[in-house]
């Protein structure tokens, strides 16, 4: 920063702007507004991407920072498609002001995400989300009768790798949100209700989807439907990834899981009916509780 600070004290500045963005699948990106491209810390930030920043509004409080990056889908590295399968959706993001000609004379101005993006008439707008975004998160605990941990979290601690939990096969039919499998004979219809989805190759790689239904269909395929359709091309042969699913009830855990040390709900907590309970004619009324 100091030898920074010295080029632009002296009143004849050599500046750009430089922004890598982080996907979630671990792809790096880097663009700059200067009109060569630019490289340090392992990226290089291509040059003549259409990508801008509106002028950062940044606070010392714990209000959100706000800021907007505009550009046209002409970089070969974001394509529209990318952006329309949520390949960017929360993808990390720092902006450097650097000193073009030597680029060890660098400041971050901005670190953060990329929050909702949108795109018309071949241009997207992203908003660009800080770091104290992550403080609008609900903390604390529910008290209810299901599990709150994710399946495979830190919480629930289940390893999904585990040898029956689930297969790797291969695409057969796509028809909007229903994937049709050849026949999967380790595990009866219902295993992968309320599991995952995960793309392994082809041009949906490394995308999810949530799964509603698993049925076997008449001809012994495999049929999955997922809640949302994948946002890429899927074709015949792509090979997927089904993980086992949890509804988040207490005998599921214990007894398809057989993880229930690990579960993280409350089954023996009252329901409604307890709480709304009132004698009733025929009840035994003793002066005991009341069962509902």
Same mark, same amino acid.
């Given at each position: 920063m100091t030898g920074l600070q010295t080029h632009l004290d002296s009143g004849a500045t050599t500046i750009a702007r430089a922004w890598s963005v *982080?996907?979630? &699948?671990g792809v790096v990106l880097g663009f700059t507004d200067h009109d060569a491209d630019l490289a340090f810390d392992g990226v290089t930030f291509a040059a003549n991407a259409g990508l801008s920043a509106r002028a950062l509004e940044q606070v010392t409080g714990l209000a959100v920072d706000n800021?907007?990056?505009?550009?046209? !889908?002409?970089?070969? %590295? !974001?394509?529209?498609? &990318?952006?329309?399968? %949520?390949?960017? &959706?929360?993808? %990390? !993001?720092v902006i450097w002001q650097v000193n073009w000609a030597d680029v060890a004379q660098r400041q971050i101005l901005f670190r953060g995400s990329l929050g909702e993006i949108t795109r018309a008439g071949g241009a997207f707008?992203?908003?660009?989300?800080? !770091?104290?975004?992550?403080?609008n998160t609900q903390g604390g605990r529910v008290y209810h009768a299901a599990c709150a941990a994710v399946l495979g979290d830190g919480a629930c601690r289940f390893d999904l790798n585990t040898p029956g939990y689930f297969v790797q096969v291969p695409l057969v039919a796509v028809s909007g949100a229903e994937l049709r499998f050849a026949a999967?004979?380790?595990?009866?219809?219902?295993?992968?209700?309320?599991?995952?989805? *995960?793309?392994?190759? %082809?041009?949906?790689?490394?995308?999810?989807?949530?799964?509603?239904?698993?049925q076997t269909g008449a001809d012994g395929a495999r049929i999955i439907t997922l809640w949302d359709s994948i946002r890429a091309p899927l074709v015949a042969g792509d090979m997927v990834r089904l993980d086992a699913g949890c509804d988040k009830?207490? &005998?599921?855990?214990?007894l398809k899981f057989a993880n229930f040390l690990n579960f993280r709900g409350f089954p023996h907590i009252p329901g409604d009916d307890w709480m709304t309970a009132y004698p009733r004619q025929g009840q035994p009324n003793r002066g005991g509780r009341i069962r509902g």
């Open positions: *982080t996907r979630a &699948d800021s907007e990056a505009v550009g046209a !889908l002409r970089d070969a %590295g !974001l394509t529209e498609g &990318d952006i329309m399968a %949520g390949r960017y &959706d929360g993808a %990390g !993001l707008r992203a908003e660009l989300r800080g !770091l104290s975004e992550a403080l999967v004979a380790s595990v009866s219809a219902g295993w992968f209700e309320h599991g995952r989805v *995960t793309v392994q190759t %082809g041009q949906a790689a490394g995308l999810t989807g949530l799964v509603r239904h698993d009830q207490a &005998d599921t855990c214990r």
